[in-house]
């Protein structure tokens, strides 16, 4: 992260990477989610939801560790993290928004935004890969920028009001893009309009130490994993945890 990043994310809680994905991958990606003629997503974001993509081919894998987010990942959770779970999200013009949730206040120990000593530490933090083109015109991901640091509990008007209140920000996030987010920001989803499917595939990051789910989540089965994706595979614990920036990756 440079100098700018740092200040973004530590201001607004996100940061919207463009152009993490080239456009050959990004053809894969939805290649292969079309073949898998998915039941078409329905009115609320919970039946809009698909897993077990890790099992679809190397492409998806390669997202785990993918060269544009490593470096985030690291400043943000520091070395040794790993893959808490992880789903995507697929709407369809008239999916309903997803209630806003998270945030500093109350505080959840697993979902967490902490500044010591000169550097950030986060719980639970997401790594959102956009298929397609999601923003203030069509839906998608929306937060209360700042609020994974508020003192105060989001009010139920804000809440009630949702993506139509002035403190609730839809970001433009171009298909190919990455929205990294910590899940202390009160965020949710905005209802989507857009004639296109929302096509967006999360992958949720923990410290070494903690897990937020209680499954650990299983590598796929016949996708060859490099030796760094096997790391974020390995269940909770701190002690000798190894480094995912010194394992060979193939």
């Known amino acids: 992260m440079n100098e700018e990043e740092r200040y973004l994310f530590d201001l607004r809680g996100y940061l919207v990477v463009e152009g993490a994905l080239s456009t050959v991958e990004l053809s894969e990606l939805n290649r292969l989610m079309d073949s898998r003629e998915l039941t078409p997503p329905g009115d609320d974001t919970l039946s809009a939801r698909f897993g077990g993509f890790l099992e679809w081919g190397q492409v998806y894998c390669e997202l785990l560790d993918h060269e544009r987010i490593m470096p985030y990942m690291e400043a943000i959770l520091g070395d040794g993290f790993r893959l808490d779970h992880y789903y995507g999200i697929y709407m369809r013009a008239g999916t309903e928004s997803l209630r806003l949730h998270g945030g500093s206040t109350p505080y959840d120990p697993p979902e967490y935004y902490h500044f010591r000593d000169g550097r950030m530490y986060n719980g639970l933090t997401v790594a959102a890969w956009n298929l397609t083109d999601t923003g203030p015109a069509v839906g998608g991901f929306c937060a209360v920028p700042g609020s994974h640091k508020a003192n105060y509990a989001c009010p139920e008007s804000i809440r009630t009001a949702h993506a139509a209140h002035e403190a609730v920000v839809v970001p433009e996030a171009p298909a190919g ?31 070494g130490q903690q897990s937020w789910s209680a499954n650990y989540t299983q590598p796929p089965k016949d996708v060859q994993l490099t030796a760094r994706q096997k790391l974020l595979f390995e269940p909770p614990y701190f002690n000798s945890r190894s480094s995912l920036f010194e394992e060979e990756q193939g």
């Open 177 to 207: 893009s990455v929205v990294i987010f910590t899940e202390a920001l009160t965020h949710g989803t905005a209802a989507w309009t857009a004639e296109y499917q929302r096509r967006s595939l999360l992958f949720k990051y923990s410290p």
